[in-house]
């Protein structure tokens, strides 16, 4: 079956620097959801959309962005990083908000 | 708000032992309970899951319960195996805030769990 691709899997940065990171859903999913883990922590929601409109908001930074587009496919972009926005990142898709299914995430770090 | 309390590890088990992984919950509302394993290296796998009071989720000889009145959701496997060495997340999803469908999930710390053979 087919699953949450993310891209890309690995992303090495420098601080101040801008990262964007991909999220394709599962095929007829409409909601996705963007968490963030940092070593050894839980995973903490950043933000979700639903229907290519924010649909929850969490602990995302103000220097975070992020968007759902026409395809479903969905875009976090992160500007002037910083240290501790190394992390794994997951994508998270399910279809009209139910039980959700995560990508195999993209480990950024911040050099 | 919601939360959920997930007991500490590291477990480590001998082959065909019993496991049981204890997690409460919080919530304000009606929450569906999500037991997620995360091998190592890998993303997130459900598990299993319950959306209500009294529900047994269970896939792959693991096995949990909804308990409303104990606000429980504790994880068992009769007798584990090499291959369930991972970190295992207890988490809780609430209505939406538009309130008619699940929302963001709230994790537990997870617990690492080691079998040896």
């Known amino acids: 079956a087919a699953g949450v691709i993310q891209s890309p899997r690995h992303l090495i940065k420098e601080k101040r620097e801008t990262a964007t990171l991909k999220c394709y859903p599962i095929p007829r999913h409409d909601t996705v959801y963007w968490y963030q883990q940092g070593p050894g922590q839980d995973p903490q929601f950043l933000i979700s959309f639903y229907e290519k409109m924010q649909s929850d908001k969490g602990s995302i930074p103000d220097r975070f962005s992020a968007q759902q587009f026409s395809d479903y496919h969905s875009e976090l972009n992160m500007s002037s990083l910083e240290l501790g926005d190394s992390a794994l990142y997951f994508c998270a898709s399910s279809f009209q908000s139910e039980t959700q299914y995560f990508g195999p995430g993209t480990r950024l770090l911040v050099l | 708000g919601d939360s959920v309390t997930q007991m500490e590890g590291p477990v480590t088990l001998s082959e065909e032992a019993f496991l049981t992984i204890n997690c409460t919950y919080t919530?304000?509302?009606?929450?569906?309970l999500f037991w997620y394993v995360q091998y190592p290296g890998e993303g997130l796998q459900l598990l299993l899951k319950?959306?209500?009071?009294?529900d047994k989720g269970s896939n792959k000889g693991f096995e949990a319960t909804y308990r409303k009145e104990t606000t429980s959701f504790h994880l068992e496997k009769g007798s584990v195996q090499v291959s369930d060495s991972a970190v295992y997340f207890c988490?809780?999803?609430?209505?939406?805030?538009?309130?008619?469908?699940?929302?963001?999930?709230?994790f537990g710390r997870g617990t690492q769990l080691t079998v040896w053979p």
């Open positions: 988490a809780l999803s609430d209505r939406s805030p538009r309130g008619s469908t699940l929302g963001r999930l709230y």
């Open positions: 919530a304000t509302g009606y929450p569906s």
């Open positions: 319950a959306t209500k009071a009294d």
